[in-house]
Each structure stands twice: as C-alpha cells, then as structure tokens.
C-alpha cells in the first residue's frame, strides 16, 4: 500500500470513527428518551436535569447552554418549562449580575434519580456484550479526542461516567 492509499484509509476511518461516535450518542439518548417518556420526559428535559446533577454547584446558563449544545434563546423557554414544573430554579449570579445561576431542586433531584436509573438501564442493555476493560479503553479513547476538540477552548462541564466503572 503506498502512502497514498495509507493516508485515504486513515481518514476513511477516522470519518467513520465520528460519524459512529455522533450515530451512536443519538442512538443512546433515544433509548434513554424512550425508558422515560411514561414519565413525561422528552430529551429535551431530562438532559438539563441530568447534567445539573452532575455539578456540585449551580450553573450558569451560557455554561449549561454549551454542555448541552444548545443556543441560548432555546435553553430559556426550555428553563421556563423546567421552573413552571418545580425541577430547577434560576438566581442572579452575584459574581456577573447579567448571568443567571441555575440549580436543581429536591424535586429536580427526584426526577434526575429516575434520570439516572433510565440511564443506567439503557447503559447495561447496550453494553451487555462489552467488557469492563473495553469500556475503560472507549473511555480513554474519548477523553484524549475530547482534550484535542478542547484543547483550545474553554471546558465546559462534561460527564465523567466513565470514572465509575
């Protein structure tokens, strides 16, 4: 194989490699989406819900925003639904007066333990035939792309599941 035809393959696997990787995350929260739908949840707020839980303080919603890929008019009325449903509240940030803070609230908290339970069974129904040392890998995988997707912007905050294994 010249070097050519070396270089060709190696950027067909590394498209194929983000486009599983992007296929593959969709897949996922369709499933999680599906195991909570009896509970009235649409990926749309069960993913706020999560990520707020995996924060020790409040966040602020431009930093929520980009954890969650979403513009920050959408992530709003978004809010709007989450506070009118008694799951988050929002407070002025006294370090940025035109930033908000958003924090999850006991019932938040209730919701993201059903959050968590989908997620853990949908986790457990889709990595049945993956061993442990496999996933650990994937995960070490993923971090060092993310660390290079980051390397150059300010982090957000991510999800560190993988840590738990």
Known sequence: MNSHEHSA??????????????????VWRREIDADLREFGLTDATWRPIYYLTLSAKPLRQTDLARS??????????????????GFIVRAIDEE???????????????IATLVSRAADRVAARLTADVTAEEMVECCQIFDRVEQAATAHKEPAPTERDCARL
């Open 96 to 110: 940025d007066r035109r930033s908000k803070l958003v924090s999850i609230t006991e019932t938040g908290r209730e």
């Open 9 to 26: 393959q190696k950027a067909d696997i590394r498209r194929s490699f983000g486009y599983r990787l992007a296929r593959l995350a969709a």
């Open 68 to 85: 969650l890929s979403l513009e920050a008019p959408s992530l709003v009325r978004l809010l709007d639904v989450l506070e009118k449903r």
